[in-house]
């Protein structure tokens, strides 16, 4: 119901907020790094060279990371994740204190790939610099394998320790987003989010030039429901109906809880026509689910952006009120709003 699309729908065109602070933190790490170790320790010509070349490495964090939105790591974060620690072996081809002295500086990626992705991604960064200090270890005698074994041993402990709270992190931000964008109760999208989904998509609509149809659903007599079989029915009612209509509508239609008793649904790339038998398919779906009590029955009203509804606020009252028209024609049937006009 619209999930696959959700981050491109609200984040489309723009960067990854966290991966944008690393990308800037990568650039200034890099800076004072390169800055500092040629200022106290080397002025050699081939480090500044070596210095640039990181630095302009670095920044293609942005054009090349910065939009992955996705939690787990695509193959240029791999891609990254090797040349962290391949610049770091470059640099110890200039310098050998390097690597007897600056070895735990391999760290400071680990923390980003921690933070970003977790801790799979996190080992899979401190297994490729394993393999880095196996070559520095077997092709340069001076360094001391101690201290990249004691390295080796910190950044296995910040991996598996640090993950288990940025996971419990993590599932609480997902909790927290689930209550901002979900009914509780028909587990469907919630009033607030289906505005702002419907004015992304119509500004989509309006760009690319195809019809949105908007479903306005209403249970008959569900009042009725609730004086004569209590509250707890009419929630077990809207809770079986948020079923159905997550069983009925497409990969890229978004259905919501309007308020009440009512529901919406946004089919985007669907005509009045279509949005039509979409609403009777529905409407028949769910008349013929048994209740204990008996059936319930729907009104739908159907209307369609740009035409005859040219906005947003058109759309939806042209949708409410064909829905009314419905109910006051008898009921448990659907009203396309063109029908209105003639």
């Not at 939009?67 to 994740?81: C, K, L, Q, S, V």
């Amino acid at each position: 119901m619209g999930m696959s699309n959700l981050l491109q729908l609200t984040g489309e065109k723009t960067f990854d907020p966290t991966n944008l602070k690393i990308g800037k933190w990568r650039i200034i790490t890099v800076f004072l790094t390169g800055l500092g170790y040629f200022l106290f320790c080397s002025r050699q010509v081939e480090w500044v060279f070596f210095w640039i070349a990181w630095f302009i490495y670095a920044a293609l964090w942005f054009p090349f990371q910065g939009r992955h939105a996705g939690e787990n790591p695509n193959w240029w974060t791999y891609f990254f994740m090797v040349g962290d620690v391949l610049f770091f072996v470059l640099a110890a081809n200039i310098e050998h204190d390097i690597l007897n002295n600056y070895s735990a500086m391999l760290i400071l990626p680990l923390f980003q790939y921690l933070l970003r992705y977790g801790r799979k991604a996190a080992l899979c960064y401190v297994w490729v610099s394993v393999a880095a200090f196996g070559y520095i270890c077997l092709f340069h005698y001076e360094a001391h394998p101690a201290r990249h074994f004691v390295v080796v041993v910190v950044m296995l402990l910040i991996s598996y320790n640090e993950s288990m709270l940025i996971q419990e992190n993590r599932e609480l931000r997902k909790q927290l987003f689930n209550l901002a964008i979900y009914d509780e109760l028909t587990g469907l999208y919630n009033f607030r989010f289906f505005t702002q989904v419907l004015e992304k998509e119509l500004g989509r609509s309006k760009e690319y030039g195809y019809e949105v149809t908007l479903l306005m659903i209403d249970i008959d007599n569900f009042k009725t429901i609730n004086d004569v079989y209590g509250h707890e029915k009419g929630n077990e009612v809207l809770r079986c109906l948020g079923k159905i209509i997550l069983d009925c509508v497409r990969e890229n239609d978004y259905a919501a809880r309007y308020g009440g008793e009512e529901f919406v649904i946004i089919l985007p790339k669907t005509s009045l026509n279509e949005g039509h038998l979409i609403a009777e398919r529905l409407k028949k779906r769910i008349s013929k689910h048994p209740f204990d009590f008996g059936n319930v029955t729907v009104s739908i009203g159907v209307s369609t952006y740009p035409a005859p509804s040219t906005s947003k606020d058109r759309l939806i009252k042209h949708a409410d009120r064909a829905m009314y028209l419905a109910k006051a024609n008898g009921k448990n049937r659907v009203k396309v709003y063109s029908e209105l006009s003639r």
